[in-house]
């Protein structure tokens, strides 16, 4: 009998608080806990959602579940490697499970269900553009600087295989994005008619002017483009293209029938970029300067 009144004291002491969450999980682990009060319209004794609230509940959920789509891509060997679907949140089905559990009684769990995201660029489209070569073009630089050669390369496979749709603007800068140290970009020096400079992601110019050169070789529109104030060793006068996250970018429009595939490489001293379309496209080819088919001797000297 002592036992029982004790128990009967400790919970009245402790009153237990009835659970009313809901409970979300994706993939069978909890990613978010919500309950009535945190969404609930402050009208007393009226059971009404906050919109406001429900909107930045949802976007927050969608934010943390969201899983990006990756385009099909060629690689190294010229194969095609298949694109990958993502996904992001169903917010019709999650606001008609959600409804229902605001308007019940009770803790509940559910699944975040979740609605297919396809990428732009899948197999059969990679496949159909990568026929016919419309621009290419070709310089070079010493690869034994080993700071300024990976800072090509890096800055060659971030717009490899990037594909530009009809009427859609290139920008350079949002492709290939900031050039941190956290993105594995070296200070690297440059040295232009024997003067030495040295900065993170030095070398990358180089990635930009040639990929300038390929572009208006296909007659592609150039929008923005900006020469050094000096001369560079890699491209012939007038031919080069300096990029800078707070200052100049390079950018050009598809003005053509078909997108457009980039192909960029830097690799063993050569710097390379193909253009490459569909064979049906409508283009109109301009005649440039041919490119440097040597290395220059101020990037010799590096």
């Given amino acids: 009998m002592m036992q029982i009144w004790m128990t009967a004291l400790l919970l009245f002491a402790h ?3 009835l659970i009313d969450d809901l409970t979300i999980t994706h993939h069978g682990k909890t990613i978010s806990r919500i309950s009535r009060e945190d969404v609930a319209a402050p009208l007393p004794g009226t059971p009404l959602i906050d919109q406001q609230k429900y909107q930045l509940f949802t976007d927050k959920l ?4 969201f899983q990006a789509p990756v385009n099909a891509t060629i690689n190294d060997r010229g194969s095609i490697v298949p694109e990958r679907a993502g996904y992001k949140l169903d917010r019709r089905a999650f606001q008609d499970q959600f409804h229902t559990y ?3 009684r009770g803790s509940s769990s559910i699944e975040a269900p979740a609605i297919p995201v396809y990428p732009m660029v899948d197999s059969e489209l990679l496949a159909d553009i990568r026929v016919k070569r419309i621009g290419w073009y070709v310089t070079h630089f010493n690869s034994g600087n080993k700071s300024r050669a990976y800072n090509i390369s890096l800055a060659a496979k971030a717009i490899n295989n990037h594909v530009i749709f009809p009427n859609e603007t290139f920008s350079f800068n949002e492709v290939v994005g900031k050039r941190t140290k956290s993105k594995g970009y070296r200070r690297a020096p ?3 008619k024997g003067e030495l ?3 993170v992601g030095g070398g990358i110019c180089q990635v930009s002017s040639t ?4 572009v208006d070789r296909a007659g592609l529109h150039i929008v923005q483009r900006y020469s050094h104030s000096r001369r560079v060793p890699y491209v012939p006068p007038g031919r080069d293209a300096t990029v800078s996250w707070y200052g100049p970018d390079f950018r050009f429009q598809n003005k053509y029938n078909q997108p457009i595939l980039i192909r960029a490489k830097g690799h063993g001293g050569s710097m390379t970029v193909a253009l490459y ?3 049906v496209i409508n283009f109109k080819p301009r005649k440039i300067t041919n490119p440097i088919s040597r290395m220059p001797e101020e990037i010799k000297n590096e």
């Fill in 277 to 279: 379309s569909s064979d």
């Fill in 211 to 214: 990929l300038f050169n390929a």
């Fill in 62 to 65: 969608d934010q943390q579940m």
């Fill in 15 to 17: 009153p237990t608080t």
């Fill in 190 to 192: 440059i040295i232009v």
């Fill in 102 to 104: 605001f308007f019940g």
């Fill in 197 to 199: 400079s040295e900065d």
